[in-house]
């Protein structure tokens, strides 16, 4: 098996780290410290790009509670880095292939915001609002202005309920064929 091999340096006083994935062990090298990761225990792989779709690109794979982070642009100096997303979408590519061989329970995913697990929390939110109104309205003697306050703040929540199967879960990530726009 070839090596596939990937380095950035990720801060002005720091050596450049290297990142190697050898026989089915990812080893991070930093100056003279290196760690390894067996792709065996991986549990989490989350693949981020900027939004507005430029070529910066992060990945943060996780082995437990270990985590590493792996960037795709190379600091050179104050606000100037190197492009080295060639580089960075092989490992990629290759890290989620073999990670998905060799620890199938890992999950694979895309690191942005998603409109359902915002809109839960909104949820959680409005319900813990409707029952603290109903409490503190209750303890001020005013049951009548709490009701109706909390009905209304249900109704609301009753309809966000209505409406959550509708939202999307996401594109799904396949880890044998990661989308070509993020991985190019």
Known sequence: MTQVVHSARLA???PETVWTLEAGTLVETRGKVERRFPLASLTRYSLAAEPDGGRRRS????????????????????????????????????IAA?????APRARFG?????????????MGLTAFGAVATLLFSVSAGMAAVGVDMAARMSFVL??????????????????????SDLLP
């Open 158 to 179: 009753i309809l966000m309920v209505a409406a959550l199967p509708w939202l999307g879960r996401g594109r799904p990530f396949d880890p044998h064929d990661p989308p």
């Open 12 to 14: 002005p006083f720091q």
């Open 98 to 102: 073999v990670g998905a061989d060799l």
């Open 59 to 94: 990945l943060l794979v996780t082995f437990g509670r270990r985590r590493v982070v792996i960037v795709s642009q190379s600091y050179l100096g104050p606000g100037r880095f190197e492009d080295r997303l060639t580089s960075f979408s092989t490992l990629a590519r290759a």
């Open 110 to 122: 895309l690191a942005r915001l998603e409109a359902r697990t915002a809109f839960t929390w909104v």
